[in-house]
């Protein structure tokens, strides 16, 4: 890569990456906690490492044998190091007990290469490389649960968010990109690192151009893709407003899911967040859409949201209630399930309704999948086992159904060809009615 004395005005458009970020990270530094800092322990010879990487591992003391990992991705002019003290990924490891590691770049400029035809290809060289090689290092000696791999980034980083589940599909369960553009946008051939018409939001595709550029990144991979969740600020002049909606484009067809929102809320007063192939917090496809706000995420709690997304703020298993769950009376609930499916695989979303006069408290949703299919992941509920006879359980948010109330919960499967649905469901033992 060239350095950026080589491309007359490259440093200003890179220092741009971090204007209205600076004032952001230094109250973030200035609040916090000061015990991080002896915590963060640098690595060295991880592994592959093309582009000279540096890697950074906070570990909690509330880490379990065999943590979830998170990938966390600085900005340009960013740092490992400054991404830990500036962002509350680290605090919110203390709370849920995951594994933090933190990638620094180091050629000029410190942004990461999301544009080169290496980067661009699984296993084709650059910062994706170096990254995965400090991802298989904290399998490897912190024992992180490799079905618990996750990436959140932002500007920079957010677009190499987008170009990790590209190029690793397989190892990446979900992503969250603040203030990025799509998997290949930023592509170059000339050496340079930065894409003009991409950052000023000009490049614009169908969702089947977008998702075959994803899928190109791995040729005939055929498995699950992870979710991906994206956030932007209307007012961003520097990867600005349209990448937003040409990441939704993106990731809606990689994961074959309708464009159209299948829920639209408005977590606060200038948020609007709409989810697609699913209602839950860990539908396929989450996008936050934050009005009036520049180049200047993620701001305070929102790091929340994509601990939420990503399912680490509760335990991956449900223990059993201390009484028994209420049992509802045959005939006494209603399933409704749909599905949505493309070459492999397909999305499923269940709506559970208590049609019943008393209260569940605690439930089990049984039912059994067609020949061919097994789920690779979930939202909203844990499941198992994976194929056959299957039993959805309730989590610890949505264990109560008063008379009358419903709960949204799904999963993403692979199918052999069958792509049809239960023939019956039952919930606690008892028969359901299916619409």
């Known amino acids: 890569m060239p350095r950026t004395r080589r491309r007359p005005g490259l440093r200003t458009l890179l220092t741009a990456l971090l204007a209205g970020v600076t004032p952001l990270l230094a109250a973030l530094l200035l609040a916090a906690p000061s015990a991080h800092a002896a915590s963060l322990t640098e690595v060295t010879g991880f592994g592959a490492n093309p582009s000279n990487l540096r890697m950074y591992v906070y570990r909690p003391d509330s880490a379990p044998a065999r943590p979830a990992v998170l990938v966390a991705v600085h900005y340009c002019t960013g740092s490992g190091p400054a991404f830990y003290s500036g962002t509350e990924f680290a605090s919110l490891a203390d709370r849920y007990g995951f594994l933090v590691v933190y990638p620094s770049a180091t050629r000029s400029g410190g942004c990461f290469d999301v544009s080169s035809p290496q980067a661009l290809k699984r296993g084709g060289g650059s910062d994706p490389v170096g990254i995965m090689s400090m991802v298989t290092y904290a399998q490897q000696h912190y024992g992180a649960d490799p079905a618990r791999v996750f990436v959140a980034g932002a500007s920079s980083g957010a677009m190499m968010t987008n170009v990790l589940l590209g190029d690793y599909p397989d190892v990446f369960k979900a992503g969250a990109a603040f203030m990025g553009v799509p998997f290949g946008c930023f592509a170059t051939t000339d050496g340079s690192e930065w894409n003009s018409a991409c950052a000023n939001g000009t490049v614009i595709r169908t969702p089947q151009q977008w998702g075959d550029l994803a899928r190109g990144a791995y040729p005939g991979y055929t498995g699950p893709r992870p979710r991906m969740q994206v956030w932007h600020g209307t007012e961003d002049t520097t990867l600005r407003y349209p990448n937003f909606g040409e990441e939704i484009k993106q990731w809606t067809d990689v994961l074959g899911v309708s464009q159209t929102p299948a829920f639209t809320d408005h977590p606060q007063s200038t948020w609007t967040r709409t989810r697609y192939g699913g209602t839950g917090t860990q539908a396929p496809v989450e996008a936050i859409s934050i009005q009036g706000t520049g180049h200047t995420l993620p701001t305070s709690g929102m790091a929340a949201r994509a601990i939420s997304f990503f399912g ?41 309704t208590n049609t019943g006069t008393a209260p569940i408290d605690g439930w089990a949703l049984a039912f059994t999948l067609p020949a061919g299919q097994t789920i690779t992941s979930g939202w909203n509920a844990t499941y198992s086992p994976a194929s056959g006879a299957v039993t959805a359980r309730n989590v610890s948010y949505n264990s109560a159904l008063a008379p009358g109330a419903s709960t949204t919960l799904g999963f993403q499967a692979n199918h052999t060809g069958n792509t049809g649905s239960p023939a019956s469901f039952t919930l606690n033992g008892a028969a359901c009615q299916v619409s």
């Open 312 to 352: 680490l703020d509760s335990s991956t298993t449900t223990p059993p209630p201390t009484d028994p769950p209420t049992t509802p009376p045959a005939g006494a609930c209603r399933v409704a399930y749909t599905t949505s499916a493309w070459n492999t695989g397909l999305t499923a979303n269940i709506t559970v």
